[in-house]
């Protein structure tokens, strides 16, 4: 196996093509090894197979294209396609349930495509974002279906994935990685076949440490963004701009508080926490708070937008409010999780009409002028690169109302003549 990886014949299957799975079939393919990719939705199949990508990447396309036309990745919907293969990569979704605990539906479906696939020796690597222990039960489940000693017949690792969208393509080169093994030479074998692309520094550890590592990084940031958020809540008693006390407090050598905003979105920061946390089936308050916080901030944004049409004696029911972005985060189409819908959500039958405009995404109305064209209230969930030079003097003469929420520090002064909130920014 270690010579096959060496001299770049073992063959790779990736298990699930999305935003993860797809760039790293692209990597190892480009690398020289023969993959597949084996994907349950048969349209992104025949997209892949026809060079095309289903996902927004940059250079994407070219890549996909180069290693599709050479024949060394071609995607497959047929179990039977990828029996006796060396190595199999997991990177299918591990989203949450309806009550917050972690649906593993998806990924216990690949391991079973994968243990009635696989041969004596191969090398299953877990590339999915999942609970602490979760990979050594994945290989008891393996020996239960293959008969196969874990560690000895064949090898187990989880290697997290850290890319962010938008730079997966340089991320997936230069990020550093971790190999969390069953066993050390399962560790040392995948750090072995990363190292076909990777050239970040590499870590080898147990599979339970590197499960942890991965989830307490997303836990950091979001509780992180929770205690800036509750920094916000903070300024508004005080009647203070947050960012400017923020700023300031980041000149001290040791502190690094983190942005406010209308909430946290993506696939992963909102779920990793409780992933985090789930198995240990203990209360964990602060990690928890910090969710809740975050998943408030919607509900802030609703309240500053509420007084302002107090302000002006208008009844939310009259009030027609232009919500600008609906992706989590600027210049990305990705919506999912994101504080624009759950603020729509908030506000959607309490005020009498809401328009939406993403440069991104789509929405209601195709431009920004579209959306303020006689509004009451301009809210901004998104910090698209668009938003940020917007005219607001040219804009506010569109509006029938000149109210401006900001949601994500976009409008640095408030501009003359509207009745401005931002989430942290003055008193309430
Ligand atoms: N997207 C990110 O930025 C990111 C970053 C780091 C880690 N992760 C983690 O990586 C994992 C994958 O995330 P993603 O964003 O690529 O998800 P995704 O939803 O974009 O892709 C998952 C793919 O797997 C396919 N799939 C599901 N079950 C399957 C099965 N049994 N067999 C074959 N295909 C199957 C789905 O159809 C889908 O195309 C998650 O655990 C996530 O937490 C994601």
């Given at each position: 196996m270690e010579e096959k990886i060496e001299n770049r014949t073992a063959e790779i299957v990736v298990i699930g093509l999305g935003y993860i799975g797809l760039p790293t079939a692209i990597m190892f393919a480009t690398a020289g090894f023969n993959v597949i990719g084996y994907e349950i939705r048969r349209e992104v199949v025949d997209k892949i197979n026809s060079g095309e990508a289903h996902i927004v990447e940059p250079e994407i396309d070219e890549l996909l294209q180069g290693v599709v036309g050479s024949g060394k990745l071609r995607a497959t919907s047929d179990p039977e396609e990828i029996k006796d293969r060396e190595v199999y990569i997991?990177?299918?979704?591990?989203?949450?349930?309806?009550?917050?605990?972690?649906?593993?539906?998806?990924?216990?479906?690949?391991?079973?495509?994968?243990?009635?696939?696989?041969?004596?020796?191969?090398?299953?690597?877990?590339?999915?974002?999942?609970?602490p222990l979760t990979t050594v039960r994945m290989a008891k489940l393996i020996e239960e279906m293959t008969g196969f000693k874990a560690g000895e017949d064949f090898h187990m690792v989880h290697a997290p994935e850290r890319v962010m969208p938008g730079r997966i393509f340089k991320e997936l080169v230069y990020n550093s990685r971790i190999f969390g093994g069953i066993t050390p030479e399962s560790a040392e074998l995948a750090e072995k076949l990363y190292r076909s692309f990777v050239k970040g520094q590499t870590f080898k550890t147990n599979s339970t440490v590197s499960e942890v590592v991965k989830l307490?990084?997303?836990?950091?940031?979001?509780?992180?963004?929770?205690?800036?958020?509750?920094?916000?809540?903070?300024?508004?008693?005080?009647?203070?701009?947050?960012?400017?006390?923020?700023?300031?407090?980041?000149?001290?050598?040791?502190?690094?508080?983190?942005?406010?905003?209308?909430g946290v979105g993506g696939h992963c920061l909102p779920k990793d926490p409780h992933l985090l946390v789930w198995p240990a089936r203990e209360d964990f308050g602060l990690?928890?708070?910090?969710?809740?916080?975050?998943?408030g901030m919607p509900l802030l944004a609703k309240d500053l937008l509420f007084e302002a049409l107090k302000t002006v004696n208008l009844p939310p029911e009259k009030a027609v409010v232009a919500?600008?972005?609906?992706a989590y985060k600027g210049d990305s189409d990705?919506?999912?999780?994101?504080?624009?819908?759950?603020?729509?959500?908030?506000?959607?039958?309490?005020?009498?009409?809401?328009?939406?405009?993403?440069?991104?995404?789509?929405?209601?109305?195709?431009?920004?002028?579209?959306?303020?064209?006689?509004?009451?209230?301009?809210?901004?969930?998104?910090?698209?690169?668009?938003?940020?030079?917007?005219?607001?003097?040219?804009?506010?003469?569109?509006?029938?109302?000149?109210?401006?929420?900001?949601?994500?520090?976009?409008?640095?002064?408030?501009?003359?003549?509207?009745?401005?909130?931002?989430?942290?920014r003055g008193e309430y």
């Open positions: 997991i990177c299918v979704q591990t989203p949450l349930n309806g009550d917050k605990t972690p649906n593993l539906s998806y990924l216990e479906s690949a391991v079973k495509t994968v243990a009635k696939a696989m041969r004596k020796g191969s090398l299953v690597v877990i590339e999915s974002t999942v609970p307490m990084e997303n836990t950091f940031r979001d509780v992180n963004i929770a205690l800036a958020n509750e920094f916000a809540y903070l300024a508004h008693q005080y009647g203070i701009d947050v960012f400017e006390a923020i700023e300031l407090a980041n000149t001290h050598p040791r502190v690094r508080i983190h942005t406010p905003g209308i990690i928890r708070l910090a969710r809740e916080i975050n998943d919500v600008l972005g609906l990705d919506t999912r999780n994101s504080p624009a819908k759950a603020f729509i959500e908030a506000i959607e039958g309490d005020v009498g009409e809401v328009r939406t405009y993403d440069p991104f995404v789509g929405g209601t109305h195709g431009s920004v002028e579209e959306a303020l064209n006689g509004a009451d209230a301009v809210v901004i969930a998104t910090d698209h690169s668009e938003f940020k030079s917007l005219d607001w003097e040219r804009l506010g003469g569109l509006m029938r109302t000149r109210i401006l929420i900001d949601g994500r520090h976009v409008v640095e002064e408030p501009p003359e003549g509207f009745v401005f909130k931002g989430i942290g």
